[in-house]
Structure formats: structure tokens, C-alpha cells
């Protein structure tokens, strides 16, 4: 079975953020996610665990269980880079850094959270955004199945591409709930990732002045 027949016929391109949605640009819900489909899902993971997803305590799992992805894959849904086309114009060229960004998203590989803290850092080239317009896109692109480096580019790359930044940086770290609960289950593990652009990648003094004003103090 292809991907696409296994998704009921859609075609979602997990590695970029062109070509997911039927209307580029509408962020209303495009197409449903198909919660009747999710709950068949998971009552037949309950029986395969040995469950009785008959009894009382289980019989409403399936249907919550269906809202919950809804929630936490609605990124799939949506484009964010709306947020950043509803920029103004200043005159102001030096760094501006939202950092704790707390967020949570999914490890594409189990399914399992990772929650933890995005740190964007950019140098306009005369568009600047409202800051909520940068914790909007980490929200969206956070609520899809995900790698963290994969999130972490995505984000560096919106704002090169909705406001041709001078320069980004955008660090993110985490907790994998992968790499706690199960597995090689080492709970304190913090895995950090950063995409620099623009002079931040050419820049060292820039580099460390946007790391320092992450890190700074800690
Ligand atoms: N690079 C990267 N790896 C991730 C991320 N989230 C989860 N992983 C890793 O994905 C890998 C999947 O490895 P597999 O060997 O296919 O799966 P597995 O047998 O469940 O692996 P273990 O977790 O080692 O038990 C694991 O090493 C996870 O730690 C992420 O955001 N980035
Ligand atoms: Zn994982």
C-alpha cells in the first residue's frame, strides 16, 4: 500500500511546507482529519494489547484519543507562513530574539512527545513581525509528526523566505518522551539543534551574541 493510499488518498509532504495544503495560503482546515477512522485504530491497538476496549473505563478512549491527534497534528492542516506575510515595515536593523518558545510536538519515529523550549533570533532587512507572529509558527509546525532538525530548519527557512531576514538563528532543545520512557530510557537526555542563516552562519561574533543572549545568565 502507497502512503497516499494509506492516508485515504492525500498526499502529505512531510519534509516541506509547500505543496501540504489544497489552498496554500487559507489556514482554515482543508480537509478533515478523519476521526472515525482514528478511533477503529485505536480500538484495534487496544485489542491487540490484550485490552477490552468494551469496558467502561476504555469505551470512550478511541473518540478522545481521535481528538487528541486531531489537536496535536492540526499543524498538518495549516500554513504557517501567514503569521509572517502580516509584517510591517521598520527602519530598525539589529537583532531581535524571542526566546522560550516552550512548544510540543511529536517524534515522527514513535509517536511519542517532545516538549521543550524554541529560541528564534533574526536581523530584519526592513520587515519585521509582531513577535506573537514567531510563537505562531512555532506552534504549527511543531503540531505535525516531526524531527527536531527537521523543525528547526523549517522554522530558519519561513523567515528567510516571508521576510529575506539578513540574518537567523533558531535553536530549539528538547526532551524526546522516546528516549525517557522507553528504549534506552535516559530521562535528563536534552538533544539541541540550531540552523543559522544569513550572517549568523557567516558571522562569529554574531553567532555568539545571539548564543549568548540564549544562554546567557543560565
Ligand atoms: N535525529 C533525531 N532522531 C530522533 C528524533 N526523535 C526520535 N529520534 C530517534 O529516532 C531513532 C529511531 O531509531 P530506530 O532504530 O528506527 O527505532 P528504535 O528501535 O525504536 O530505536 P531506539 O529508540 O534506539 O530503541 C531513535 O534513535 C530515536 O532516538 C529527532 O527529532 N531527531
Ligand atoms: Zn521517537
Known amino acids: 500500500m502507497s502512503a497516499s493510499q494509506a492516508n485515504g488518498g492525500k498526499s ?6 509547500s505543496g501540504e495544503l489544497d489552498e496554500p495560503g487559507d489556514n482554515a482546515t482543508s480537509h478533515e482529519v478523519d476521526l472515525p477512522r482514528i478511533e477503529r485504530a485505536v480500538r484495534e491497538i487496544l485489542f491487540a494489547v490484550g485490552e477490552d476496549p ?3 473505563g476504555l469505551r470512550e478512549t478511541p473518540a478522545r484519543v481521535a481528538r487528541m491527534y486531531r489537536e496535536l497534528f492540526s499543524g498538518l492542516h495549516t500554513d504557517p507562513r501567514i503569521h509572517l506575510q502580516k509584517f510591517f515595515t521598520e527602519k530598525y536593523d539589529e537583532m531581535v530574539l524571542v526566546k522560550d518558545i516552550s512548544f510540543n510536538s511529536m517524534c515522527e519515529h514513535h509517536m511519542l512527545p517532545f516538549i521543550g523550549k524554541a529560541h528564534i533570533g533574526y536581523v530584519p532587512n526592513g520587515k519585521v513581525v509582531g513577535l506573537s507572529k514567531l510563537a505562531r509558527v512555532v506552534e504549527e509546525i511543531s503540531h505535525r509528526p516531526q524531527v527536531q ?3 528547526t530548519e523549517q522554522i530558519a527557512n519561513l523567515l528567510v523566505e516571508e521576510l529575506g531576514v539578513k540574518g537567523v538563528a533558531v535553536v530549539i532543545e528538547a526532551a524526546h ?6 528504549g534506552v530510557r535516559k530521562p535528563d537526555s536534552l538533544c539541541v539543534t540550531s540552523a543559522m542563516k544569513g550572517l549568523f552562519r557567516s558571522n562569529l561574533s554574531s553567532r555568539s551574541e545571539v548564543m549568548n543572549l540564549i544562554y546567557g545568565g543560565k
Open 12 to 17: 502529505v509532504d512531510h519534509g516541506s511546507l
Open 54 to 56: 468494551d469496558r467502561e
Open 149 to 151: 532538525e527537521r523543525m
Open 177 to 182: 518522551s522516546c528516549m525517557s520512557i522507553r
